[in-house]
């Protein structure tokens, strides 16, 4: 007898649960709708939750209250990037993603400026690489990227010698900063010297742990190169992305070098015939921090800048944005903006003196003074309310101080990223937006240092 009268009672209720869209998606069970639970983006304009950041871990793309089941069928949503793009994920498997489709992960949406590789066949260590006492094994294991393309470094049965792969490149003659990147996994060696040199004589070592993915130590070439410095990061499988940044001298040359090594400092020794370690994805930039993996086979290769926005929006003031970020190589950049014309931006930028902006008609009028930097590639946040005479801004929940002589501006596209029509500019987040969601009213303070977790 319950057993009817909860099916019937059920029926009843479903009834009375209006159908979504066709293009659109309800996101949970419906039980929970029944038994009340809170949207946490109920009255938004806009809920772009990329990471599922309020939502389990369920990505949230809602404008107004539309729900759709993926970013690109969110109306008005412009994406520009005429080349592919690796993205990671959170375990730091790569995924690769087509010209003019978004990068998004369980990361969120991934955000870079324009990069080359200058390396040719990035990921074919038998071409335009030359060996010293060593050789390379394609296919030998599955790659960061999930695929067979792994390859190993094998050390041959010389004696009292150094087991490597090099690559040349020409450069000006003058000092230019470059960062090079590798993946390695440890083999029967656990060690390796990636070395950066001007190709006759000086130059840096930069040792690395990789049993335990750790960069330790630098010792000089000669006179070595100016300002160097490394960092290791963990990633699926075993894998470790190794990273090297340095100031190079005035030589046309600049040498990159994955070399074996026995331990901290010893990169001359007798090899087995049979040792060796993983080597994965090369790549050289004309930059000061590494970005994502870039593949190029007989020529350099330019991934190009994202470029993402949703236009057609009226949004009056007063009005709160709210972004989630994690940027894994340097704090900076726009996260989101709203722009109101071609000639000027509001949004949230993140300077790398470590400040939250609200930035109002090109011109920065609020931030929330210095707060604890967060870890690179640790998820954070910030809050703006853009309202006439009252515009205020909250990172990692920390209140800026009242702006009360400003009239920000309606907004109509808001980008993911720098403004994509002009006007002022923080440059790119390089790195993942976790979300951005717009509400049609004026945020209080103790909500805006909520809303900035």
């Known amino acids: 007898m319950l057993r009817r009268f909860l099916a019937a009672a059920f029926a009843v209720l ?7 869209p066709a293009s659109a998606q309800v996101v949970g069970p419906v039980g ?3 038994l009340g639970a809170p949207d946490p983006y109920q009255g938004t304009v806009l809920a772009i939750d990329f990471a599922g950041v309020k939502t389990s871990g369920v990505p949230r793309y809602q404008l107004g209250a539309t729900r759709y089941v993926s970013f690109t069928d969110v109306p008005g949503l412009s994406v520009s990037r005429p080349s592919t793009e690796y993205a990671e994920q959170l375990d730091g498997s790569l995924v ?28 074919t ?4 690489w030359i060996a010293e006492n060593a050789s390379a094994t394609a296919n030998a294991t599955t790659a960061p990227d999930a695929t067979n393309t792994g390859w190993k470094l094998l050390e041959n049965s010389s004696t009292a010698t150094q087991h490597d792969y090099a690559q ?6 003058s000092a230019i900063t470059y960062t090079a990147t590798i993946y390695a996994k440890a083999a029967e060696r656990t060690w390796m010297n990636f070395q950066a040199s001007d190709a006759v004589a000086n130059g840096n070592r930069f040792f690395f742990n990789l049993s335990t993915c750790a960069a330790d130590t630098i010792s000089n070439i ?25 100031t190079s001298n005035t030589g046309t040359s600049v040498a990159i070098v994955p070399m074996l090594a026995l331990d901290h400092s010893t990169t001359s020794y007798a090899g087995d015939g049979v040792s060796g370690a993983f080597i994965f994805g090369a790549t050289l930039e004309q930059a000061s921090f590494a970005s994502p993996y870039n593949p190029t086979t007989s020529a350099t290769a330019t991934r190009a800048a994202d470029s993402i926005s949703i236009s057609g929006l009226s949004v009056p003031t007063p009005y709160t944005l709210v972004a989630g970020v994690s940027l894994p190589v340097r704090l900076g950049g726009d996260f989101i903006t ?8 509001q949004g949230i930028y993140y300077s790398g003196s470590v400040r939250s902006f609200v930035v109002v008609a090109d011109v920065i009028v609020a931030n929330p003074g210095a707060i604890v930097a967060p870890a690179l590639g640790t998820p954070f946040g910030a809050a703006a309310r853009f309202q006439t005479n009252d515009v205020n801004v909250a990172a990692s929940r920390v209140l800026g101080s009242h702006v009360t002589s400003v009239t920000p501006l309606s907004m109509t596209t808001l980008g993911f990223g720098p403004n994509p029509n002009g006007g002022f ?3 790119y987040p390089d790195g993942f937006i976790r979300r951005a969601v717009v509400y049609p009213r004026a945020f209080s303070d103790t909500e805006l240092q909520g809303a900035s977790q």
């Open 32 to 34: 929970a709708a029944i």
């Open 125 to 128: 260590f038998s071409t335009s």
């Open 14 to 20: 479903a009834l009375h649960i209006p159908a979504a």
């Open 338 to 345: 709203s722009t109101p014309d071609l000639h000027n931006s």
């Open 425 to 427: 500019s923080g440059g």
């Open 168 to 173: 040349v490149v020409s450069k000006a003659a």
């Open 222 to 246: 000669g006179a070595g190169f100016a300002s160097p410095t490394f960092s290791a990061s963990a990633k699926v499988n075993g894998w470790c992305r190794l990273s090297i940044t340095f």
């Open 96 to 123: 690769s993603f087509a010209s003019n489709i978004p990068a998004i992960t369980n990361n969120g949406l991934a955000v870079w400026e324009a990069r080359t590789n200058l390396l040719l066949q990035s990921n």
